[in-house]
């Protein structure tokens, strides 16, 4: 049988698996505050596991808000210090590309410890590992080009300056499907800016965030920059964030839900936050596009991390012409995707990453079973491989009454729905209220940029399936979030505009 490889970014690396060594100089078991490695002030710890084994992979320290406000005080005194103030710009610059070598160094004890505790497939990992680093890379390149304006003035002996200044203390707030990237794409801005920072990794992956950070130390970013507050109990640490005077912005990726409580809380403070959020992506395969490519994009789009990405296709539209070969197509290719644990041999689609997960994907399909849609392949759980495997699913004719219509499934579902024109394409697409990727194929230029301009998201892929990259704006419209991450905007989250009137002047 010939296997079609799911295409991941940045896949420089060669497929060989290792299995997760029981000894990794990058597998930290203490947080991170002020520059040095510590435990819990309660001396609490929790349990990190293997989701493809359930096996226990290591402990970390369970904090609460009175180690977050030292890590909040850390960053604060850091900030305000003239040892960072005074730093410049090209030396930021230095310490993110010293990161940026060593991240790439060590790419291998990464990708392990990432794989282990995400079930992310080893190449993915990897994949991972590279596609983060951009971050670091191009954010290094970033904090020498912070320009500020100087402004024709309307009034006579009167300039207009206008500056960029960093925002201060920034608390990030990272999930767990991308254990590394998420941390870097805000953490590599934040520090470009000259903002300090305070991190609080997903529970369910804290390992791959120490490990990172144990090297931005070895990279000579100095105490108090970076701290890393790691808990099972995100909720009196966010809250505290939100609260805190001390904490000048938030970025936060994950659920819309908890997206919103921050941005409530956020209110009183007026305080800056950007939020990526769920997204609800539609992929359209138009009677013009080339079905092959179609099928490709689809495959990247929706099996990358097994479905667990916010800009993963959510929701097929196909167009009659095109949709029964579609079908068959994409059936063939999710048949023959390999499963296994992350470390295994070639494995394309690992576990889910948690019971909540795999409770929330096996009862969207269930729910679309009773709402009569077709189950055409998969549909259900693959205990022979561990009990948080589900199997690559494919469900047609879809009722827009079933959860997986409106919601993001989360997991590794391909739900097709057949349209008739471009227009109602459009319109069932942008039904939903988030609006992070959409994604279409078509061969016709008309076509192309009509539709392009009337989905509402934030980002667009025109027959490409997979479009994250460093120097691209990542970000949603409606309830996908406000702000953008990546690119030069990315810094835009972590400056504040100053406004400086120089008057008086003789000339
Ligand atoms: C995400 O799922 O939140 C991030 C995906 C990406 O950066 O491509």
Known sequence: MIRKAITIPHKLFATVAKPVPMMNNLLKSQAYING?????????????????????????????????????????????????????????????????????EHCQEIADIMTAESGKPITESKGEVAYGNSFVEWFAEEARRIYGEIVPSSLPNRETIIMKQPLGVAALITPWN????????????????????????????????????????????PKGVINVVTTNKAAPVGDLFCKSPDVQGISFTGSTEVGKMLFRNCADGIKRI??????????????????????????????????????????????????????????????????????????????????????????????????NSKIITGGKALPEHGELFYAPTIVTDLSPAAKIYTEEVFGPVVSIIKFKDEQEAIQKANSSRRGLAGYF?????????????????????????????AEAPFGGVKE????????????????EIKYICMGNLKY
């Open 36 to 104: 040095c490695w510590v435990d819990a002030i309660s001396g609490d710890t929790f349990e990190v596991k293997n989701p493809a084994t359930g096996n226990v992979i290591g402990h970390v320290p369970n904090m609460n808000a009175k180690d977050a406000q030292l890590a909040i005080d850390a960053a604060k005194r850091t900030y305000e210090s003239d040892e960072w103030r005074n730093l410049t710009a090209k030396q930021r610059s230095s310490m993110l590309k010293n990161w940026y070598n060593l991240i790439n």
């Open 178 to 221: 991308f254990p590394l990237a998420m941390i870097t794409r805000k953490a590599g801005a934040a520090i470009a800016a000259g903002c300090t920072v305070v991190i609080k990794p997903a529970e369910d992956t804290p390992l791959t965030a120490l490990a990172i950070i144990e090297l931005a130390e070895k990279a000579g970013i």
């Open 274 to 371: 950007s939020l990526e959020l769920g997204g609800n992506a539609p992929f359209i395969v138009f009677n013009s596009a080339d079905v092959e490519k179609a099928v490709d994009g689809a495959m990247i789009s929706k099996f990358r991390n097994c479905g667990q990405t916010c800009v993963s296709s959510n929701r097929f539209f196909v167009q009659e012409g095109v949709y029964d070969r579609f079908v068959e197509l994409i059936k063939q290719r999710v048949e023959d995707l390999k499963i296994g644990a992350g470390d295994g041999d070639g494995v394309q689609i690992g576990p889910l990453v948690n019971k909540m997960q795999f409770n929330k994907v096996s009862g969207f399909v269930d729910d679309a079973r009773k709402h």
């Open 441 to 469: 194929y078509s061969e016709n230029l008309q076509q192309v940029f009509r539709v392009a301009k009337r989905l509402e998201v934030g980002m667009v892929g025109v027959n490409e399936g997979l479009i994250s990259a």
């Open 480 to 495: 996908s979030g406000i702000g953008r991450e990546g690119s030069h905007h990315g810094i835009d989250e972590y400056v």
